[in-house]
């Protein structure tokens, strides 16, 4: 079955600073991987996508990721962080199965500090 | 676009009523997904529908929760009777759909409070 890992609950960053937000995955085939934001009191929100060629891709509000298929990764960057980059994260999965259902992971809190 | 379009934005209902949560996708879209997040559970997929049919309802907690798509533009999920255990942010979501990996937009959730 299709799964993702979210290592980490929090992570703290100063601002300015750059800032990695792990995810791990396990696929049966090809993976479709995202990267989703959830502002307080919103719904989630789309940042980027990985569907096949350059292994790093760009997306919403400076961020990117980086796939890395031998260490089965999809970390979300940022260069230099904004307090409003503060939010919580979620990485997700295609299921192979289902071409429309993707698996979210647990969400990681990220935290800005001024 | 409006984006997803959720009522109402909150709800607070006695143990046992039924309530019935709305959602309207965005216009073109094919898929549409049903959503419940909690602090304990985080975000769980409930139902989804793809063209108006549903395709995977696994995610449905019990028989109490019940969801509907009549038509390409609206979808209701029907919870009766209502337990305190309920008490969840809803979330509707829509997808272009399809054989590639569309993103999903979702739309500002509906709080529901079961006293």
């Known amino acids: 079955a299709q799964s993702v890992a979210q290592p980490e609950d929090q992570v703290n960053v100063a601002e300015g600073n750059p800032l990695t937000v792990k995810c791990t995955y396990s696929v049966s085939g090809n993976p479709y991987l995202f990267w989703y934001v959830q502002y307080p009191n919103r719904g989630l929100q789309f940042l980027l996508k990985y569907i096949t060629g350059d292994n790093l891709v760009k997306g919403s509000y400076g961020f990117e990721a980086e796939f890395n298929k031998s260490q089965t990764s999809f970390h979300l960057k940022k260069p230099s962080a904004l307090v409003s980059d503060s939010a919580l994260y979620f990485c997700a999965v295609r299921d192979g199965n289902r071409d429309d259902k993707i698996i979210f992971g647990k969400g990681t809190r990220l935290h800005i500090l001024p | ?101 569309y993103e999903q937009y979702f739309g500002p959730g509906t709080r529901l409070t079961v006293t």
């Open chain 2, 1 to 101: 676009d409006a984006g997803v379009i959720q009522s109402p934005r909150h709800e607070v209902t006695e143990m046992g009523q039924e309530v019935t949560l709305r959602c309207k996708p965005i216009s073109g879209h094919n898929s549409l997904f049903w959503y419940r997040q909690t602090m304990m559970r985080g975000l769980e997929l409930l139902i989804y529908f793809n063209n108006n049919v549903p395709i995977d309802d696994s995610g449905m907690p019990e028989d109490r929760f019940s969801a509907k798509m009549p038509n390409a533009s609206f979808s209701t999920l029907k919870i009766q009777p209502s337990e305190p255990r309920d008490s969840a942010v809803y979330f509707c979501a829509s997808s272009l759909g399809g054989r590639l990996p």
